[in-house]
């Protein structure tokens, strides 16, 4: 069986790579969706979907994993931040409060059956200054992770709790990966 990730997220593929499921990446050509009257589960996983369509069309014989991540505050998706002041603003946001992430997958088997699901991780940021931002991003490059933050990068200096899964906040929930792929 040929496994396909849908995906350029290194993070992705480090936590399968560390599952030791054996994989090709095809990254998707699909464009994302950002409608904040979705609410979460329904957004990430119709992502995910749009994801794992667009490379299941080029390999139809593999099963292909599309996942999407995000953060949600206040109802609102936070997606990847376009430059260093939106970041800035992100992180803002989350300071002192509880926010969830949220990933959806969609694994397409050969034949076009497919499933769907998602994962919702709650996570608690310390109250964070100026001065605790800019030495967050000294050290990790935020605009490549949605909510400008990577709980794997020195996520102990700004993440006080996390209320669920890891994996989930770092992009993908494996055991559910896991159990998909049978």
């Given at each position: 069986?040929?496994?396909?990730?849908?995906?350029?997220?290194?993070?992705?593929?480090?936590?399968l790579?560390?599952?030791?499921?054996?994989?090709?990446?095809?990254?998707?050509?699909?464009?994302?969706?950002?409608?904040?009257?979705?609410?979460?589960?329904?957004?990430?996983?119709?992502?995910?979907?749009?994801?794992?369509?667009?490379?299941?069309?080029?390999?139809?014989?593999?099963?292909?994993?599309?996942?999407?991540?995000?953060?949600?505050?206040?109802?609102?998706?936070?997606g990847?931040?376009?430059?260093?002041?939106?970041?800035?603003?992100?992180?803002r946001?989350?300071?002192?409060?509880?926010?969830?992430?949220?990933?959806?997958?969609?694994?397409?088997?050969?034949?076009?059956?497919?499933?769907?699901?998602?994962?919702?991780?709650?996570?608690?940021?310390?109250?964070?200054?100026?001065?605790?931002?800019?030495?967050?991003?000294?050290?990790?490059?935020?605009?490549?992770?949605?909510?400008?933050?990577?709980?794997?990068?020195?996520?102990?200096?700004?993440?006080?709790?996390?209320?669920?899964?890891?994996?989930?906040?770092?992009?993908?929930?494996?055991?559910?990966?896991?159990?998909?792929?049978?």
């Amino acid at each position: 069986m040929t496994i396909v990730l849908a995906s350029s997220s290194p993070r992705r593929r480090e936590l399968l790579e560390r599952a030791g499921i054996m994989f090709e990446v095809v990254i998707s050509p699909a464009e994302e969706i950002h409608d904040a009257a979705l609410g979460p589960d329904v957004l990430c996983e119709l992502n995910a979907g749009l994801k794992a369509e667009a490379v299941a069309a080029l390999r139809p014989e593999a099963v292909v994993i599309g996942a999407d991540t995000l953060v949600f505050i206040d109802g609102q998706p936070l997606g990847k931040p376009t430059n260093l002041a939106e970041a800035r603003d992100m992180l803002r946001r989350l300071a002192g409060r509880v926010h969830q992430v949220c990933t959806g997958v969609c694994v397409i088997y050969p034949g076009g059956e497919r499933n769907s699901f998602h994962d919702l991780t709650e996570v608690v940021f310390h109250e964070l200054d100026e001065e605790a931002i800019t030495a967050y991003f000294s050290l990790v490059n935020p605009l490549d992770k949605a909510g400008a933050y990577g709980i794997q990068e020195h996520g102990e200096r700004i993440v006080s709790e996390i209320r669920g899964d890891f994996d989930t906040v770092m992009g993908l929930p494996v055991a559910k990966v896991i159990a998909a792929l049978g």
